[in-house]
């Protein structure tokens, strides 16, 4: 097999949260707005932008439950004292098809190193996510997020994912460490981010 239940205590909430995403743009965000501008694709193309957050700056993990493409559940708590990258993704989104394999490749490079990717797909169901792990050789599980944004809730309020694609580092606690909003410009700048908060001390 490759490669999560949230509850989520106000639908209203889930389907706001959604269309943020769906819609690639947050109001408030720069590069959001520029390419929402742009036309109706709902991504952001070209190099990402990087947050980094200051571990003194770290807050509470980011705790989620979700199913996957495949219908196995993953929960981001089984994964305490490893690095969990989450990329937002869906399958007609060009930048998410063009980083793809710089994610699949760093996904392989850390797999010794208690790294664990997981795609975070936020618009398709189970079979188009399958369809595309196919096509691209995508190894690391991908959690259809579509119907009820849970994973998408649990970062609310912080360094959110206000655009597609968005990556995600989450250090060794579960906290976020730093965002990349956008496309990847080739895999130097996230494999940079992850090697950080693998060098981190537990």
């Known amino acids: 097999m490759r490669r999560a239940s949230f509850a989520v205590g106000a639908v209203a909430a889930a389907s706001a949260l959604a269309l943020v995403l769906t819609g690639c743009t947050s109001q408030s965000d720069p590069l959001a707005e520029q390419y929402r501008a742009g036309g109706t694709e709902n991504y952001i ?38 690095v969990v990258v ?74 959110a994912p206000n655009a597609v694609p968005t990556t995600i580092v989450l250090d060794k606690q579960g906290r976020i460490a730093a965002r990349v909003l956008g496309g990847l410009d080739g895999p130097s700048t ?3 981010l992850i090697s950080d908060a693998v060098s981190e001390q537990d």
């Open 45 to 82: 193309s070209g190099a990402g932008t990087v947050t980094e957050r200051p571990v003194s700056e770290r807050t509470d993990p980011v705790d989620f439950t979700g199913t996957t493409d495949e219908g196995d559940e993953f929960t981001r708590a089984d994964h305490d004292g490893e």
């Open 86 to 159: 989450l990329n937002f993704w869906y399958a007609s989104c060009p930048p998410c098809r063009k980083e793809a394999p710089d994610l699949q490749q760093l996904s392989t490079d850390f797999a010794d190193q208690g790294v664990q990717f997981v795609g975070v797909n936020v618009r398709d169901q189970a079979d188009t996510a399958r369809a595309f792990a196919e096509k691209f050789d995508i190894t690391y599980p991908s959690i259809v997020d579509t119907n009820d944004g849970a994973v998408q809730l649990a970062l609310a309020g912080t360094i």
């Open 190 to 192: 996230l494999k940079t």
